[in-house]
Structure formats: structure tokens, C-alpha cells
């Protein structure tokens, strides 16, 4: 099969490697990927949003599937006008991506189905969510309704900050249309685990939990970024709880979906919180997360493509998906700065020795002069797997120590800051 994965980060690279080694995967193509992913799949230069682009590049070269990744694109509508066109294309449609493109949506849902998540309200006007942050008090969460880079989101201790983060996103439109819907929930606490899920409309089959690390600096510390680094499977993810999720959260959630008229194909990505009354469903995803997909692919055992295939033919209940009996760690290196300014364009070295003892995913890499140089903030991925927890950590940074680049920083405490 002709496959084309649409993305470009650390995700893709990972999903690429994972498709290549498919018996059924005879050419492999990736719009646009990076240097690293160059080097697995050959890349095309049209962007992730480009819809229309997109569909005509996968008509005019004859592909016989597409994988779209990112967030942006499954919002779009990228899975629908392929499939319009008539290609298979793995990921949900633009009506079943809304349980990420829209917080509201998503809150509404749940409280429908009776699915376990923080109590919450709905606001579209100024003064009426200023009243209630002020009936409520803090600590309270406030959260822009549509894709914000996963920045749209204040965790506000105090009423003050609740009432300046509502006005800046109301008023000030800091997230532009994102923020003239705001929802504003109760705070909950406890750890935070992902579980990524395939699921093929009626079935739903998780995958091994991970843990994403979002603060950029060592104990939890400073901004939001992308994800600092990833482990499977956290310890905190009994299976007792994991049983727990199934009954309460995942079938429900797929369930629900179906009902609505919005089957889910594709990878759903629950973001949980442990919290002291049981799980709860912090956020939905509508695909992978990044770095968890590094991590977690890394321990995938089956053929990855088949497994799309079912998810898409509603035959996943039948589908063969082993795991390892391991542990994996990504840890992610990236451009001093990150997630504020940083330059790109530095050369990277170590690449060739870190690769002998772990998959170097690339997230943010260009190829300029036959060298390949930082392109993004998150720069690299290194992943790799171990017996135990700590031994996958252990190995992770080891296998990072020869790689450096101007400005390069990267946490220290991945898998250990929970
Ligand atoms: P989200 O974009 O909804 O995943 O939120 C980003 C981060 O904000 C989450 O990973 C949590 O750490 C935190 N967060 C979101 N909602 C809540 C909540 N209701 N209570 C506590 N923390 C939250
Ligand atoms: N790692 C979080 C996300 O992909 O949304």
C-alpha cells in the first residue's frame, strides 16, 4: 500500500518508523515531515492544513491510505474531504474531532452521558462568568472553548486571577475566537495520567497508559509546553483503575459518540485525573499526544497499520495488538527558550551514536547543507525502553548524552516529578 502520514513532529516520526516496518507497507509519504522523517518516509511539501492541497497531492500520486495526525487538520475536516474523494483515511471526521476542538462540546457531553469530569459552566458573556468565578471562589479553572495550543487553559489560585484570565480571553480575545466561549470548572486534584485509545466507532481499545511532563523546567516548574518528555506505563495506573476508566470513562465515551451520531475512528486521547473520588476526565483528544505516542508506540508489538485498518473497518475487536512487556521513556530536547523565543537553525550533533541504543524521534529538524539543524522548539525525542520504569529512564538519558546543539535544554526528571 501507498500510505501518506499527515504531520510533521515527533508523533509522526514515530508513527512512520512504526508503519514502516509493516509488511503491507510498500512506499511510505509524509506531509511535510522533517529531517528525521526523511530519512523513513519520503517527504512531501504540502502543509498539515492545506485541506485541499492535501486531497489533490493524494489523488494525483495514487495513495491508497492517509493517517492524519495532528489536531488541526481532523478539525478541518481533512478525514472527511478525503474520504468525499474517495480515499480511506484513518482518523475521526470533523463531527467526532469536535470532542477536542470544542470544550464546550466535549463538557456537554459528559455531563449528558453522565461521564466522570470536573462540574463546570458554559459562558459567552463577560459579566456573567466574572459573577460566578466570584460565587465560586478559587482555586477555579478557566479554559478558552477551541484550540489554543494547549494554552488556553489558567489554573487560578486566587479569584483575581480567575477574573484577569476570563477578561483577557473575553475581552482582550488573547486566543482570538478560541476565548468568546469560556468554560470555568472546579479544580480537581491528583495525578494526571493519558490514556491513548484506538477505536473503530463501536469498540474502543486502549493502549498502555503514559504520563506527559507540560511544565518546561524540573519539578513542574514554569511554563506550559507541548510536553517535556513522556513515560509508559506510570505506576500510578493500577489495574483496578484501569478497569475503572473501561467501565466509567471509555465505553461510555465511545458510546455516547456513537450515539450522537458521531462515531469515533481513529485514536482518542483521554487526558486523567486520579483523583481521591476516582478517575476523572480532564480533556479529550482526537488523535495521539505528543510525546506520549513516542513512548507508547516504542512498546507496540503488532503491525500498526492493520490496527489502523480495523479502526476503520470496525473490526477492532478482531484486531492482533500486543504490547511489550517493558517500559519506555521519550525525553524531549529542545531550543533554549522553548516554549517562549528561541532561534533555530543551530546544527545538531551526536545523532548517529545516540541512535545505536534508542529511536531518536525529530520533532523540530531541518536538513540545511547536508546537516541537519533545530528547526522548532521541541527539537528531538529520545525514546527508549527498559525491563523496569527507571531502567527505560536510565536508558533514555544515556542514550541522549551524546546529542547536543547550541542553547539545548531538556528536563532532568522525567518519570520522576510525580
Ligand atoms: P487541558 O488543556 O484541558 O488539558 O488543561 C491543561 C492542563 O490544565 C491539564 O493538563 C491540567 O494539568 C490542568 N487542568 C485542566 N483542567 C483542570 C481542572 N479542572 N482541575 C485541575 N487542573 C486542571
Ligand atoms: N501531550 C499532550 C498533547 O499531545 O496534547
Redesign the pocket.
Known sequence: MKVLVVGSGGREHAICWKLAQSPKVTELYCAPGNAGIAQTAKCVNVKATDVDGMVKWTKDNAMDFVVVAPDDPLALGMVDALEAAGIPAFGPRANAAIIESS?AFSKELMKKYRIPT?KYETFTELDKALAYIESQGAPI?V?ADGLAL?KG?V?ASTVDEAKTAVTEMMEGKKFGESGSTVVI????TGP?VTVLAFADGGHVRPMPASQDH?RAYDGNQGPNTGGMGAVSPPPQYTPEIAQRCMEEIFLPTIRALKEEKRPFHGVIYF?L?LTPDGPRV??YNARFGDPECQAVLSLLDGDLMDIFLACREGTLDQADIRWKDQAACCLVLASGGYPLDYKKGYPISGLEEAGKSAAVFHAGTAEQDGQIVTSGGRVLGVTALGDTLDGAIANAYAAAEPISFQGMHFRRDIGHAF
Open positions: 470544550k470536573a479553572v479554559k494547549g487553559v489554573v470548572e472546579e479544580c480537581m494526571e507540560k487526558g485525573m480532564v480533556e
